[in-house]
């Protein structure tokens, strides 16, 4: 069986399966690969089988490009490429040597169709042998089961036994597959990668998706859409030359089943979990960015929301502890819960108690209590800064958490969340933590990361929280100048996301309506002192071996900023070796401006 693919000029490749002898090739509708585009001729040029060998010759007055050359005939080798006006032809080669071709049959003339008799019916069979496999697609969407994704894969997987097949809900703008929710799989190795530019093309009903790979014989991309029009979910299907024309059109009709039936399906699939897809966008919309850091902190809360465990969430004070625990309360199945805070605190225990526990003062583990423990019933409870609460509070919380472990589960139970320091094993060790709340807590742990952790992310955090501070104020801001964002980004800030935020909203306040954000000489002066460069300062004084470094530093610094963190481009400048830079980088402490060009898209 001979393989020929077809490259348009915007990268989509249909892939042809042949067994015939004789090809022709052009954009006339009568032959065998049919091949539109400004050059191509109605018939263009025939492709020849003799033996073991391909050759090829045009038509009159016709050329190809063979491989970079113009040629009117030639000899076909595996991967040749054929260039037809805009449209490239690559030859693929024979696969499946044991089925043979079949000669070109002589055209006959068409005659008009008799009327069917008992003596005219002509029984001929379904291209590819695909009967079966179709018979048991309808069966198996015909039932309410709730396995059909995986067996709908098992289907398609036995009617075409040398491919691979997976049923993949993608990440919006694209990214690899494996990061999106994989419904269904039986594919060995990692899911490909599906560039956003695929998703445009599906993105148009009508169309599916052939991707060329060297590696993988190609893969095959078909959209899964409501009858809406939606697409809600992709069908792969790998190697392409294993499918053939009449296999890629199984997986379709498998893939319009799938759309027909996917509000059934949503509901009733036990592999699928559509809380999830909305909570996957939700993290990345209220937790932004790409770091890695940030991204365990969101898979981190997505298990959490899954469960009713005790949750203890560490970090640094200003990190946003207490602000991941709210978000942890909108996300399914535990979405709106109300949240009761309790301030952790150095008080005296019957202060504590009676804000806990209510008047009594003391926790009756079963029953309906007071305070805010009875006040957080059915709702989210979290204790803020635990360390600094005496140890018998943290052990009489740890009772009541176990006691309420052993009743079952109902619209009245709490959730509880804990927040402490970085590192609560440490708090531990030195007595500030009591060892048996950890032990409760620390089944379901979140790290809430500094910013220094996540520069990478700060752009998107400042775009964030610039929307969110200007609703809160009620104010509308076109965005934000990029020498105040720039500012901003090289300020640290020992206060952590509390003082990003509290920067931002006195800046908003600042800013009249409809303006753009602008940073203040306050702003630019702080940024400056905080990369530990005191500008015009640094000349006060007269000892050159403090003024020496500090000029060098401030120097270094500049250049590092007008490049975007090109080293090298930064060292001609200098005028120094690289090596020599990247020691005074670390010995400095100057920071990476390479998130400049990232930002920039430079």
Same mark, same amino acid.
Request: aromatic letters at 4%; one cysteine or more; proline letters at 5%.
């Given at each position: 069986?001979l393989?020929?693919?077809?490259?348009s000029?915007?990268?989509?490749?249909?892939?042809y399966?042949?067994?015939?002898?004789?090809?022709?090739?052009?954009?006339?509708?009568?032959?065998?690969?049919v091949?539109?585009?400004?050059?191509?001729?109605?018939?263009?040029?025939?492709?020849?089988?003799?033996?073991?060998a391909?050759?090829?010759?045009?038509?009159?007055?016709q050329?190809?490009?063979?491989?970079?050359?113009?040629?009117s005939?030639?000899?076909?080798?595996?991967?040749d490429?054929?260039?037809?006006g805009?449209?490239?032809?690559?030859?693929?080669?024979?696969v499946?040597?044991?089925?043979?071709?079949?000669?070109?049959?002589?055209?006959?003339?068409?005659?008009?169709?008799?009327?069917?008799t008992?003596?005219?019916?002509v029984?001929?069979?379904?291209?590819?042998?695909?009967?079966?496999?179709r018979?048991?697609?309808?069966?198996?969407?015909?039932?309410?089961?709730?396995?059909r994704?995986?067996?709908?894969?098992?289907?398609?997987?036995?009617?075409?036994?040398e491919?691979?097949?997976?049923?993949v809900?993608?990440?919006?703008?694209?990214?690899?597959?494996?990061?999106?929710?994989v419904?269904?799989?039986?594919?060995?190795?990692?899911?490909?990668?599906v560039?956003?530019?695929i998703?445009?093309?599906?993105a148009t009903?009508g169309?599916?998706v052939i991707?060329?790979?060297?590696?993988?014989?190609?893969?095959?991309?078909?959209?899964?859409?409501?009858?809406?029009?939606?697409?809600v979910?992709?069908l792969?299907?790998?190697?392409?030359g294993?499918?053939?024309?009449e296999?890629?059109?199984?997986?379709?009709?498998?893939?319009?089943?799938?759309?027909?039936?996917?509000?059934?399906?949503?509901?009733?699939?036990?592999?699928?979990?559509?809380?999830?897809?909305? #909570?996957?966008?939700?993290?990345?919309?209220?937790?932004?960015g790409?770091?890695?850091?940030?991204?365990?902190?969101?898979?981190g809360?997505?298990?959490?929301?899954r469960?009713?465990?005790p949750?203890?969430?560490c970090?640094?004070?200003?990190?946003?502890?207490?602000?991941?625990?709210?978000?942890?309360?909108?996300?399914?199945?535990?979405?709106?819960?109300?949240?009761?805070?309790?301030?952790?605190?150095? #008080?005296?225990?019957?202060?504590l108690?009676?804000?806990?526990?209510?008047?009594s003062?003391?926790?009756?583990?079963t029953?309906?209590?007071g305070?805010?423990?009875?006040?957080?019933?059915?709702?989210l409870?979290v204790?803020?800064n635990?360390?600094?609460?005496?140890?018998?509070i943290?052990?009489?919380?740890?009772g009541?958490?176990?006691?309420?472990?052993?009743?079952?589960?109902?619209?009245?139970?709490?959730?509880?969340?804990?927040t402490?320091?970085?590192?609560?094993?440490a708090?531990?060790?030195?007595?500030?933590?009591?060892?048996?709340l950890?032990?409760?807590?620390?089944?379901?742990?979140?790290?809430?990361p500094?910013?220094e952790?996540?520069?990478?992310?700060l752009?998107?955090?400042?775009?964030?929280l610039?929307?969110?501070?200007?609703?809160?104020?009620?104010?509308?801001v076109?965005?934000?100048?990029v020498?105040?964002?720039?500012?901003?980004?090289?300020?640290?800030?020992p206060?952590?996301?509390?003082?990003l935020?509290?920067e931002?909203?006195?800046?908003?306040?600042?800013?009249?309506?409809?303006?753009?954000?602008?940073?203040d000489e306050?702003?630019?002066?702080?940024?400056?002192?905080?990369?530990g460069?005191?500008?015009?300062?640094v000349?006060?004084s007269?000892?050159?071996?403090?003024?020496?470094p500090?000029?060098?530093?401030?120097?270094?610094d500049?250049?590092?900023?007008?490049?975007?963190?090109?080293?090298s481009?930064?060292a001609?400048?200098?005028?120094?070796?690289?090596?020599a830079?990247?020691?005074k980088?670390?010995?400095?402490?100057?920071?990476?401006?390479?998130?400049l060009r990232?930002?920039?898209?430079?």
């Amino acid at each position: 069986m001979l393989l020929l693919s077809v490259e348009s000029e915007n990268g989509a490749t249909l892939t042809y399966r042949l067994q015939k002898t004789k090809i022709a090739v052009g954009s006339a509708p009568s032959n065998d690969v049919v091949v539109t585009g400004p050059g191509v001729g109605d018939r263009h040029l025939i492709i020849q089988r003799s033996g073991e060998a391909f050759t090829f010759v045009t038509a009159e007055r016709q050329m190809v490009v063979l491989n970079g050359e113009r040629r009117s005939r030639g000899v076909l080798n595996p991967g040749d490429r054929l260039r037809l006006g805009t449209v490239t032809l690559v030859f693929r080669g024979m696969v499946g040597g044991e089925v043979a071709l079949t000669e070109e049959e002589p055209p006959r003339p068409i005659k008009a169709p008799a009327q069917p008799t008992a003596e005219s019916v002509v029984v001929r069979p379904e291209p590819g042998g695909f009967a079966q496999a179709r018979m048991r697609l309808l069966e198996l969407f015909a039932q309410s089961r709730p396995d059909r994704t995986h067996q709908l894969i098992a289907i398609l997987r036995e009617a075409v036994g040398e491919a691979e097949f997976a049923l993949v809900i993608p990440r919006e703008g694209g990214g690899p597959a494996a990061e999106g929710v994989v419904l269904a799989s039986l594919w060995s190795g990692e899911l490909p990668n599906v560039p956003a530019a695929i998703l445009r093309e599906l993105a148009t009903p009508g169309k599916f998706v052939i991707q060329d790979g060297a590696k993988d014989g190609g893969t095959a991309f078909v959209a899964v859409r409501t009858p809406t029009g939606s697409l809600v979910a992709l069908l792969l299907a790998r190697p392409v030359g294993a499918l053939g024309d009449e296999g890629v059109a199984l997986v379709a009709e498998a893939a319009r089943l799938l759309g027909l039936f996917w509000e059934q399906v949503e509901r009733m699939d036990s592999s699928f979990t559509s809380w999830e897809l909305e #909570a996957r966008h939700r993290l990345e919309m209220l937790l932004p960015g790409t770091s890695q850091a940030i991204q365990v902190l969101r898979d981190g809360l997505l298990q959490a929301a899954r469960g009713l465990e005790p949750v203890l969430i560490c970090g640094a004070p200003g990190s946003g502890r207490t602000e991941t625990a709210r978000i942890l309360a909108t996300l399914e199945p535990v979405a709106g819960r109300r949240v009761v805070i309790f301030e952790g605190r150095d #008080a005296s225990l019957e202060v504590l108690r009676q804000e806990l526990f209510g008047p009594s003062g003391k926790p009756t583990f079963t029953g309906t209590m007071g305070g805010l423990v009875g006040e957080a019933r059915g709702g989210l409870l979290v204790v803020r800064n635990a360390e600094l609460l005496p140890e018998p509070i943290q052990v009489e919380l740890v009772g009541v958490v176990k006691t309420q472990a052993q009743q079952p589960l109902s619209s009245t139970s709490t959730r509880w969340v804990v927040t402490c320091g970085e590192d609560p094993l440490a708090l531990v060790q030195q007595g500030k933590l009591s060892s048996a709340l950890f032990m409760v807590f620390s089944s379901r742990m979140l790290r809430v990361p500094r910013l220094e952790e996540r520069k990478e992310d700060l752009p998107l955090i400042v775009a964030s929280l610039l929307r969110q501070v200007a609703a809160e104020q009620g104010k509308n801001v076109r965005g934000i100048t990029v020498e105040c964002l720039n500012a901003l980004l090289s300020r640290s800030f020992p206060g952590q996301m509390a003082e990003l935020v509290g920067e931002l909203r006195r800046l908003v306040a600042a800013t009249a309506e409809g303006d753009m954000v602008r940073c203040d000489e306050q702003v630019t002066t702080v940024a400056a002192k905080s990369g530990g460069v005191e500008g015009a300062e640094v000349l006060l004084s007269d000892n050159l071996k403090e003024v020496v470094p500090k000029v060098e530093q401030l120097i270094i610094d500049r250049v590092m900023r007008k490049v975007k963190g090109n080293q090298s481009k930064g060292a001609r400048i200098l005028g120094i070796s690289r090596g020599a830079l990247i020691a005074k980088l670390k010995e400095y402490s100057i920071p990476d401006y390479r998130y400049l060009r990232r930002r920039r898209g430079v």
